[in-house]
C-alpha cells in the first residue's frame, strides 16, 4: 500500500490547522467581542464555505490562484510558487474553506467566556493583552482543541476544492480523498477500501474526541 | 476628597431604575452602604470601578477625574486606583488558590502571598481550585485579592455574606488592619447592619437609587 497520499492529507492537516490557529485566533476574538457592524459582514463571509458547494468554491479559488489573475500573479512572482497545482496552493485553499470549522467553536467559547471573570482582570489593572492570554485563552483550551479536531477532520476529508485546485499529482497533490477516487474510478475497489477505512476509523474516533471534550467541559461547568 | 454626582438608568420590560448619588467626602474613610437587594448598590460599585458607565455626571478622588460624562472623560477600571470585591466572590477558575492571589499583584513573593492566605486562615488550600472551596472560602479568597493591590478606593460587595461568626470577624480585623496601614477610602455594601456599625465611620442607605452624602463627613 501506498501511504504517501495519507502522509500528505495529514501533512496537509497539520499545517492548515497551524496556521489557522495563528489567523482564526485573533480572528475569532475580533468576532465576539467587537462591537463593530464590520464583523456581522465579516462573519458572513467566514461562514461561506460552510453553505458553498466546494466546486463553486474550488472554481473561484482556481481562478483568484490562477498566475494569469493578479492575486496569482502577485503570489507567484513574490514567493515564485504557483498556487494552481502546488501543495502551497492546497495549504491556502485548506485555510480558506476550513476557516468556519476553526472560527465557530473559538468564538463561541471566547462569547461564553465567565464576564466576571474579565471584569475581575480589569479591576485589578490587567491590561487587554494580559487578560486574553492570562484568562480568555486558558479557559478556552477545550474550544481551541475542538476547532483543531474539525479542521484536521475536515481537511482531511475535502474533495471537491482538492481536485480543482490541486489535481491528482503524486508526491504533491494527491492526498487520500483524491486516491480514493482514482481508485473507484479505475475499479480497484480493494485498494481504495484500505484507504477510505482508514480515513473512517480517523474521522470516528475524531468525533469521539469532540464528544468527550464537550463531555469534560459540561462537567467542568457543573463542578 | 471624593466627589461623585451621577446618573444612571436602567430601563427593561419588567421595571425601570435610576441610580441618582451625591456624595461628597473626606478621603480615607470606611463608609457603609445598606439597602434593600435592587436598590442599586452593586450598580454605584460598577459605575465607580468603571465597570458601568453612567448617562450623566462626575467623579473625583483625591484630585483624580475618573470620570465627567460632559467633557467626555472616562479612565478605564484599569486606570483607577481602586479595588473591587464583587458580591458572587469571583475568582479565576483556571488558577489555584494561591496563583489567583499571585495574579492580582504579580509583585508578590510566595512567602508574601502564603502570608496573605493565612491572615485568612487559607494557607491549607492554596493549592485548591476555586471549584473546590465553599462559598465562605471563596469570598475570604477573593477578598485578599481585593487587598493586596493597595488602592486609593476599595469597594466590598456583600464581603461578610456566606461566612460564619468567627470568619466575620477575621474579616473585619483585615480590614480595619489594612485601612490603618494604606489609608484608602472604604465602600462596604451590607446588609448585616451590627458589623457596619462596628466598622464604618458612617453607614447610610441607598432607597431606590438614591444616595446622598453630606460633605460634612
Given amino acids: ?223 | 476628597m471624593i466627589e461623585i454626582e451621577l446618573k444612571k438608568t436602567r430601563k427593561s420590560s419588567k421595571h425601570h431604575f435610576q441610580l441618582d448619588v451625591n456624595l461628597i467626602t473626606a478621603p480615607q474613610k470606611i463608609i457603609g452602604l445598606t439597602g434593600a437587594s435592587g436598590s442599586g448598590k452593586s450598580t454605584f460599585f460598577k459605575i465607580l470601578s468603571g465597570l458601568v458607565r453612567p448617562d450623566s455626571g462626575t467623579i473625583k478622588v483625591n484630585n483624580h477625574l475618573w470620570c465627567n460624562i460632559d467633557h467626555k472623560k472616562y479612565k478605564k477600571p484599569q486606570q483607577r486606583s481602586c479595588s473591587y470585591l464583587f458580591q458572587e466572590a469571583t475568582m479565576f477558575t483556571h488558577l489555584t488558590l494561591a496563583q489567583n492571589i499571585q495574579f492580582a499583584n504579580t509583585k508578590l513573593t510566595i512567602s508574601e502571598v502564603q502570608h496573605w492566605l493565612s491572615k485568612l486562615d487559607l494557607f491549607e488550600l492554596r493549592n485548591q481550585y476555586p471549584n473546590a472551596l465553599s462559598g465562605g472560602q471563596q469570598k475570604r479568597a477573593a477578598l485578599i485579592m481585593t487587598l493586596v493591590n493597595p488602592t486609593d478606593v476599595i469597594l466590598l460587595d456583600e464581603p461578610f455574606s456566606a461566612l460564619d461568626e468567627e470568619a466575620q470577624q477575621l474579616v473585619v480585623k483585615l480590614i480595619k488592619t489594612h485601612h490603618q496601614q494604606h489609608q484608602p477610602t472604604i465602600f462596604i455594601a451590607s446588609h448585616n447592619i451590627e458589623i457596619l456599625k462596628q466598622l464604618c465611620h458612617v453607614t447610610t442607605t441607598i432607597t431606590h437609587g438614591k444616595l446622598d452624602i453630606p460633605l460634612t463627613l
Fill in chain 1, 1 to 223: 500500500m501506498d501511504w504517501t497520499p495519507l502522509l500528505l492529507s495529514f501533512k496537509l492537516a497539520f499545517i492548515t490547522i497551524i496556521v489557522l490557529l495563528g489567523i482564526g485566533v485573533p480572528l475569532a476574538y475580533f468576532l465576539a467581542f467587537s462591537k463593530s457592524k464590520s464583523r456581522y459582514f465579516l462573519e458572513a463571509l467566514v461562514g461561506l464555505p460552510i453553505v458553498l458547494p466546494p466546486t463553486v468554491l474550488g472554481f473561484y479559488l482556481l481562478l483568484a490562484f490562477s498566475p494569469h489573475q493578479m492575486f496569482g500573479s502577485w503570489v507567484s512572482n513574490t514567493i515564485g510558487v504557483s498556487l494552481v497545482f502546488s501543495f502551497v496552493g492546497l495549504v491556502v485553499a485548506s485555510v480558506i474553506y476550513s476557516l468556519p470549522f476553526m472560527i465557530q467553536p473559538v468564538k463561541n467559547g471566547f462569547e461564553s467566556t465567565n464576564t466576571s471573570m474579565v471584569a475581575l482582570a480589569k479591576v485589578l489593572g490587567k491590561s487587554n493583552w494580559t487578560i486574553f492570554w492570562k484568562v480568555i485563552l486558558p479557559n478556552n483550551i477545550n474550544a481551541l482543541v475542538t476547532g483543531a479536531i474539525l479542521t484536521f477532520a475536515h481537511t482531511l476529508g475535502e474533495f471537491g476544492v482538492v481536485l480543482m485546485i490541486g489535481g491528482s499529482i503524486p508526491k504533491e497533490t494527491k492526498v487520500a480523498s483524491i486516491a480514493i477516487f482514482e481508485y473507484v474510478e479505475t475499479l480497484q475497489f480493494e485498494q481504495a477500501h484500505r484507504y477510505a477505512i482508514i480515513l473512517l476509523a480517523i474521522s470516528f474516533i475524531i468525533l469521539l474526541s469532540v464528544q468527550f471534550l464537550s463531555l469534560t467541559k459540561k462537567q467542568q461547568s457543573y463542578d
